[in-house]
């Protein structure tokens, strides 16, 4: 039986978890990294932080991933998976798509809980919470942002131009880190594959057809050169 992939790593049994020091040209700042399936939360992080920083610390993070794939057992990946680990591969550092936005919420009554299909045929439920919109080389991309039935974290899967060409041909993933006054980073350098995109011994939610982007995302993680079951 294939393992849930949800998107939660705070309500799942514990797959994984890191925690790095980051130096960033400042005092080192303490980051805990859940890995359940490459999801991402940094405590702590300065907002306002320069270019040149948030590049320092995607390489560390980077890195991180690297070994926890590579040598923990709780990764996604197979023994044999790992005893031929090389790294996981990625776009170049993009600062094109680092954005800074808000979520157009959906009124109480326009919220719905729908299933989201997933890799293995089951299907989760989730909340429609709203949009967001950003520019990609010029033109207006939109995002529907979920919102996990039992939990307050938002989901946000999507497809786009590069899936199945360099990318994961199921989608991708990418967190919403909060700032102030109702805004979020969205931080695609950060974009990262399901656990089922490295084997078939994991389920996880597949992008709705409403979130396939029409521009190529070229940030953050791309295809497993070395996957099984596909």
Not at 84 to 105: C, H, K, M
Not at 197 to 207: D, G, L, R
């Amino acid at each position: 039986m294939s393992r849930i992939n949800s998107k939660w790593p705070h309500l799942l049994p514990v797959e994984g978890i890191q925690s790095i020091d980051i130096n960033v040209g400042g005092p080192c700042i303490h980051v805990s990294v859940y890995m359940v399936f490459g999801y991402r939360t940094a405590v702590n992080q300065p907002t306002n932080r320069s270019q040149k920083a948030a590049m320092s610390e995607l390489s560390e993070f980077r890195e991180g991933k690297d070994r926890y794939f590579g040598q923990d057992p709780d990764a996604p990946l197979t023994p044999e998976q790992q005893g031929r680990f090389a790294g996981l591969a990625y776009y170049p550092e993009n600062s094109a798509l680092q954005f800074a936005l808000t979520i157009d919420e959906l009124s109480d009554q326009e919220k719905e809980t729908i299933e989201i299909v997933t890799s293995t045929g089951d299907s989760q439920p989730y909340i429609r919470w709203g949009t967001i919109s950003f520019q990609v080389e010029g033109k207006t991309a939109r995002l529907t942002v979920y919102r996990d039935v039992d939990g307050e974290e938002f989901f946000l899967p999507f497809t786009d131009l590069t899936s199945r060409q360099s990318s994961y041909g199921e989608g991708r993933y990418v967190d919403l880190e909060p700032l102030h006054h109702g805004r979020f980073r969205l931080d695609f350098n950060y974009a990262y594959n399901p656990y089922c995109a490295y084997n078939a011994n994991w389920s996880c939610p597949v992008p709705p057809v409403e979130n396939r982007l029409d521009v190529a995302i070229e940030a953050g993680e791309k295809s497993f050169p070395d996957a099984e079951g596909h």
